[in-house]
């Protein structure tokens, strides 16, 4: 009867610690894909501003040249908005200065958006020198 209670027992707790084993398995399962998520968001997000910089130092060849296209401003002023969207979660503040690089494409003969958009050329050159720390 002892060796019977002893069994039960035995039992009870090993199907106890099988379910934490589960519940720990899934916990873990869970903050894996977290990071996987947090890391492709934090890739795609990459790949939004090295879009964003690289039609923005082409834009401005041709600015040079003398060439002022609205319609090329237009689509650089939604993609500072999305490079903005993107980082967003992994930099508040450089998410801020990219709309307001944003702002600027949106009226870039406005003092005031000049100002502010020149601060983020700075962080250009920075990038191409050393990898930025976004978190």
Known sequence: MLETVA????????????KAISGIAAIYETNRNNK??????LDNACKVIMKALSYTRFYLRKFNE??????????????????????????PSLSADFMFKSDYW?????????KKARKL????????????KFV
């Open 106 to 114: 949106a009226d870039p003969d406005n003092p005031e958006s000049k």
């Open 36 to 41: 996987i998520k947090k890391d492709e968001k």
């Open 121 to 132: 050329d700075k962080f250009e050159k920075g990038l191409f020198k050393k990898r930025p």
């Open 66 to 91: 003398g060439v002022k296209d609205q319609e090329k401003e237009f689509e650089l002023m939604l993609l500072w908005s999305a490079a903005g969207a993107a980082i967003r979660e992994f930099s």
């Open 7 to 18: 069994l039960a027992k035995g039992v009870e707790i090993a199907e106890k610690a099988q």
